[in-house]
């Protein structure tokens, strides 16, 4: 165990290496610091889905309890589901065994709210979604741990567990899908880049789709000589943002030279919670006008071999946002 100086020793050097990031994100934080009150607005405005917010969405007083002191409560926690459960959806009898589908959640999500978000992907896409929980410290170490991943580069802590599972999935599947919100972004940004330098499974990238909602990465990595080859992103990426949600202003919104992937933005639309803001408009095809690859899954569809989207098709609608 590397002693406590050493630690601090190393936690300076990054600090010191990372200090233009650190100064770029304290603006950018300052800057949208207006659109912070938006974030659980508009509240249960949704039928489709249920809301994060709403009590009756849960199954007891006891998740909510749960929920409440595991956001509120500094405490480490491990993982629910290190993407072993699975969210099916309501009446689902057909498989596609070789294709799985993955989520990773945001900050401050207790287990009762990873299967609120589970579950209505499952419903909106129509296929068992498989939980890969990053577990709540309470949101101000999650924030932290954000903080660290993305401006410090330290996101080992929140992806190297991540990572392993998606590399055996993509061993055993012909596809794999990734469903990141807020957080979940960035460690579905950290998948993308560690895949891409591994150089056992980095062969498999073209078999991964990344759907980044809310994102609050700062980047996002393709590998340019295989995205020619096939004509498209490898691995395959698309980016849904609120253009109002203070988190998508500060991450991919702020990096877009830096974002591989459309960007798909609702300029005026707030709100930063999955089920709240987001997947109603996505299963509606709002943010897209129906074109991203995303859409074509809805209610178990599937889109063609080449359905993809090309990098630069949404430039005018994220322009537009920012």
């Known amino acids: 165990m590397p002693s406590l100086r050493n630690r601090f020793e190393k936690f300076t050097r990054r600090i010191v290496s990372n200090r233009a990031h650190i100064a770029q994100d304290l603006g950018l934080a300052l800057q949208h610091a207006w659109t912070l009150p938006y974030l659980a607005s ?56 070789r294709e799985k589908w993955f989520f990773i959640n945001g900050i401050c999500t207790s287990p009762p709210i990873a299967i609120l978000n589970g579950l209505e992907l499952a419903k909106a896409f129509h296929r068992p979604i498989h939980l890969i929980h990053t577990p709540t410290s309470g949101v101000a170490k999650d924030l932290w741990d954000s903080v660290t991943a993305r401006t410090l580069r330290k996101d080992g802590k929140l992806g190297h567990q991540a990572y392993d599972v998606i590399k055996e999935a993509l061993r055993s599947h012909d596809k794999v899908v990734i469903v990141g919100h807020s957080q979940g972004t960035i460690v579905s940004s950290y ?69 591989a992937g459309a960007v798909f933005v609702l300029p005026q639309r707030t709100g930063h919670l999955l089920n709240d803001h987001y997947i109603p408009g996505i299963w509606r095809g709002e943010y897209c006008n129906r074109r991203s690859r995303l859409f074509k899954y809805i209610d178990g569809n599937s889109p063609a071999s080449n359905d993809y989207v090309q990098h630069d098709l949404n430039l005018d609608l994220h322009q537009e946002a920012v």
């Open 191 to 259: 998948i993308a880049r560690k895949l891409l330098k591994d150089k056992r499974y980095r062969h498999l990238a073209p078999k991964l789709e990344i759907y980044c909602i809310a994102g609050v990465a700062d980047s996002f990595r393709v590998d340019p000589q295989m995205s020619e080859h096939f004509g498209r992103g490898v691995p395959y990426v698309e980016h849904f943002a609120n253009g109002m949600d203070f988190f998508c202003r500060i991450g991919v919104l702020a990096h877009l030279e830096r974002t």
């Open 42 to 97: 508009p509240w249960s405005a949704e039928a489709l889905t249920r809301s994060e917010l709403n009590p009756s969405s849960y199954n007891n007083l006891g998740d909510l309890i749960n929920l409440s002191l595991q956001a509120l409560v500094p405490m480490e926690r491990t993982t629910y589901s290190p993407g072993t459960l699975a969210c099916f959806p309501e009446h689902y009898t057909v498989g596609t065994p």
